[in-house]
């Protein structure tokens, strides 16, 4: 099953860098959350995932006109290489994402490709939070 759904949690979001959205042809579906912990990484944050655990980070949805083009631009931004998952700073992975509404919906997200040691956690799990509250 392919979904045309994407998860972002950190600097992807709106109000901190946007004009991703208009080159990939994104549109906003809504506010949810995935199982996982996130750390703030200096400039940007990272998510880990883990069913095994009760926290959540809390991101957007969007739904991508052309999925192909989308991960052909953000791929580069997160440092993904397809070819090469083991060296990438991050990499692609479908989750379930619970939307506001209770609803679960498929997505695409990017995870953290490297050790979080030494690493923050954002206890809130949601980075814009995090985000206002150092400015």
């Not at 506010?31 to 655990?53: E, M, Q, W």
């Not at 992975?93 to 995870?111: C, H, L, N, Q, T």
Request: proline residues 2%.
């Amino acid at each position: 099953m392919e979904t045309n759904l994407l998860f972002v949690y950190g600097t992807l979001m709106k109000e901190h860098r946007e004009d991703w959205q208009r080159r990939v042809g994104a549109h906003f579906v809504g506010c949810g959350r995935i199982t996982g912990k996130l750390y703030d990484l200096g400039g940007f944050p990272g998510a880990v995932i883990s069913s095994g655990h009760r926290c959540h980070i809390r991101g957007e949805v969007y739904r991508l006109d052309d999925v192909n083009l989308a991960f052909e631009i953000l791929d580069e931004y997160e440092e993904f290489e397809p070819s090469n998952p083991a060296r990438s700073l991050f990499v692609r992975k479908r989750i379930s994402v619970r939307m506001e509404d209770g609803k679960s919906k498929e997505a695409w997200v990017y995870v953290y490709n490297r050790r979080v040691k030494g690493s923050n956690l954002i206890h809130s799990g949601d980075y814009r939070r995090r985000a206002s509250a150092t400015r």
